[in-house]
């Protein structure tokens, strides 16, 4: 399944609704799930020096990534697909 990386702005001084705005982003994502469509939160990185909330979401496509930042009120500026590379086992 493709992921989904969604920026959004999160101010310092508002870091202390990191907690809040995963559960919301996770449930929005459970949500949206439903026999057809599995949307799921994959993991959330803060980088509190730029300012910059990134939400990674494993969806069938952008639209739902997007339908689910929405719902989750994360005020998303940005929806790009992304691709991991997973550190092979030696």
Do not use: Q
């Amino acid at each position: 399944m493709p992921s989904y990386l969604v920026e959004t702005y999160l101010a310092r001084g508002r870091a202390g609704e990191r907690a809040a705005r995963e559960r919301r982003a996770r449930s929005a994502a459970e949500e949206l799930t439903d026999g057809h469509r599995r949307v799921r939160l994959d993991r959330a990185i803060y980088v509190p020096e730029d300012e910059i909330y990134f939400f990674v979401f494993d969806a069938p496509s952008g639209r739902d990534a997007a339908l689910a930042a929405e719902r989750a009120e994360l005020d998303s500026i940005r929806v790009v697909e992304v691709v991991s590379s997973r550190k092979e086992l030696s």
